[in-house]
């Protein structure tokens, strides 16, 4: 597993908190927060209900940053949360299958700050290389789900298959009814 990059962990778990604390069919429970973290490679099992709502305030602030149209907006937004993180980097090797990795809060933090930390320096690592062109917000209609584009073409517009499927299929109807 990669842990910095554009298909960090810290990018996916991202994407993966906005849409559960913030889009219409989102489910921000505490089970369904707890199983964020678990499919993310967080240390789910440290999960408590009392840092519930601290995930889902970071999912709402973090949904700015998937909206923002403008490189200059997406730097603001992520330079002023980075003053107010604090950060500490260190290298860790517990016992998992990545090895050797960087975190950037210390094992005594909580969870809900070692989560802040990771995704926020994680998407301000996939900024730096790609700008916004990676990130947004669903492009089919009706959809307020956000991604993150980890293909190797980075030219992804929709949160899922579905999403560009269903609008595709009825771009070419429309096309077929014109003719």
Not at 4 to 16: E, L, M, P, Q, R
Not at 126 to 142: D, W
Request: hydrophobic fraction near 35%; aromatic fraction near 8%; charge should be neutral.
């Amino acid at each position: 597993m990669q842990i910095t990059g554009y298909k960090s962990h810290g990018v996916a778990a991202s994407v993966a908190l906005v849409n559960a604390a913030t889009s219409a069919d989102g489910d921000d429970s505490e089970e369904a927060l707890r199983d964020l973290l678990r499919e993310h490679g967080f240390f789910w099992h440290q999960f408590e209900p009392r840092h519930a709502e601290s995930f889902r305030e970071w999912g709402r602030t973090l949904r700015r940053f998937f909206e923002a149209t403008e490189l200059t907006t997406a730097v603001d937004l992520l330079n002023r949360l980075l003053l107010q993180i604090p950060m500490h980097p260190h290298l860790a090797d517990h016992d998992d299958p990545v090895g050797l990795h960087m975190h950037y809060a210390p094992p005594s933090a909580d969870l809900p700050h070692r989560f802040r930390a990771t995704t926020l320096m994680n998407l301000s690592e996939l900024v730096c290389k790609h700008g916004l062109s990676r990130t947004g917000v669903c492009a089919a209609e009706g959809c307020d789900r956000v991604y993150a584009d980890t293909s190797r073409a980075g030219r992804r517009r929709f949160c899922s298959e579905s999403c560009a499927n269903r609008t595709n299929v009825a771009a070419f109807r429309a096309r077929q009814r014109e003719t």
